[in-house]
Antibody, heavy 121, light 107 residues
């Protein structure tokens, strides 16, 4: 059974930092790209970042470039999101999502329960 | 970066109606598009990937079509349990981009 379990969310002041973790199990983690997606209360889904299988390349939505860093440890089946210089508008539920593996295979088919990040003074 | 524009932003239809949601990409993305359903208070759920491939366990009343820049999600006969917000997402290249979402309600 595929499981994605996020941790590390919480309340932080504007300008502060937080690191999210995602523990993956039930699939071959090293064969999948992985993504972070966030959803502010009452708002739509926003893709934040993704990282390819070996961790050598990552992509970010423009609003977090230079502030957030996605990383992974394939030996630990873990995904991370280091968030610096946090802003009020970064407040959201952050989902860890199983992403692409190969052509004709599903992606974004498993989502974690989410880690809540609240940025407030 | 590729942008995706989804329409309409909301719709209200009767049970049994055929419902269509469209998604337009700012540049050609081949078949690299998926559709996600999110019911109120629930996790997002993959419906369709590769533009038209139905995810396992998804009812056959859902279908997807299109390629290049124009895509469609169709619900052939709307059911009460289909009340949800639907998102398209491009995954062509590295960055992924969600559409703005379409909220589907029962009339």
């Amino acid at each position: 059974e595929v499981q994605l379990v996020e941790s590390g969310g919480g309340l932080v002041q504007p300008g502060g930092s937080l690191k999210l973790s995602c523990a993956a199990s039930g699939f071959t983690f090293s064969k999948h790209s992985m993504s972070w997606v966030r959803q502010a209360p009452g708002k739509g889904l926003e893709w934040v970042a993704d990282i390819i299988r070996d961790g050598s390349q990552a992509y970010y939505v423009d609003s977090v470039k230079g502030r957030f860093t996605i990383s992974r440890d394939n030996a630990k089946n873990s995904l991370y999101l280091q968030m610096n210089s946090l802003r009020v508008e970064d407040s959201a539920l952050y989902y860890c999502v199983k992403d692409w593996t190969e052509v004709s295979r599903p992606l974004f088919d498993y989502w974690g329960q989410g880690a809540l990040v609240i940025v407030s003074s | 970066d590729i942008q995706v524009t989804q329409s309409p932003s909301s719709l209200s239809a009767s049970v049994g109606d055929r419902v269509t949601i469209t998604c337009r990409a700012s540049q050609g993305i081949s078949h690299s598009l998926l559709w996600i359903q999110q019911k109120p208070g629930k996790l997002p759920n993959l419906l369709i990937y590769a533009a038209s491939t139905l995810q396992a366990g998804v009812p056959s009343r859902f279908s997807g079509s299109g390629s290049g820049t124009d895509f469609t999600l169709t619900i052939s006969s709307l059911q009460p349990e289909d009340v949800a917000t639907y998102y398209c997402q491009s995954y062509f290249g590295g960055p992924r981009t969600f559409g703005q979402g379409t909220k589907v309600e029962i009339k």
